[in-house]
């Protein structure tokens, strides 16, 4: 089992950057692709930004593209999302995630999920 963490949103306003944090614990992430999503009152989950823990790939959601980007460490077991030029449409639960399956965009495919963070953004 992974157990994620996520921690470092709050509330700014439009134009504000902002990182998240997600720790990961419990098995080896080997294999694993580890990403952000993101669900906003009433809209359906949407994919934000994902990376293979190994490395070499990463892929950014086209709503975010430009401003937004992920990173991890493997040997501190943590995943960020740097946003920058928030922009109000950008709020809402932001939620890291996991899966083995090999799959980047679909949330159903990810069987790991974090307790999520909320991010607000102001216009």
């Known amino acids: 089992q992974v157990h994620l963490v996520e921690s470092g949103g709050g509330s700014v306003q439009a134009g504000d950057s902002l990182t998240l944090t997600c720790a990961a614990s419990g098995r080896a992430l080997t294999g694993y692709i580890v990403g952000w999503f993101r669900q906003a009152p009433g809209k359906e989950r949407e994919f934000v930004a994902a990376?293979?823990?190994?490395?070499?790939?990463?892929y950014i959601g086209d709503s975010v593209k430009g401003r937004f980007t992920i990173a991890l460490d493997s040997d501190k077991n943590t995943i960020w999302l740097h946003m920058n030029n928030l922009k109000r449409e950008d709020s809402g639960v932001y939620y890291c995630?996991?899966?083995?399956?090999?799959?980047?965009?679909?949330?159903?495919?990810?069987?790991?999920w974090g307790q999520g963070t909320q991010v607000s953004v102001a216009s």
């Open positions: 995630a996991a899966n083995r399956w090999g799959h980047i965009f679909r949330s159903d495919v990810y069987d790991n």
């Open positions: 990376a293979r823990w190994s490395g070499g790939d990463a």
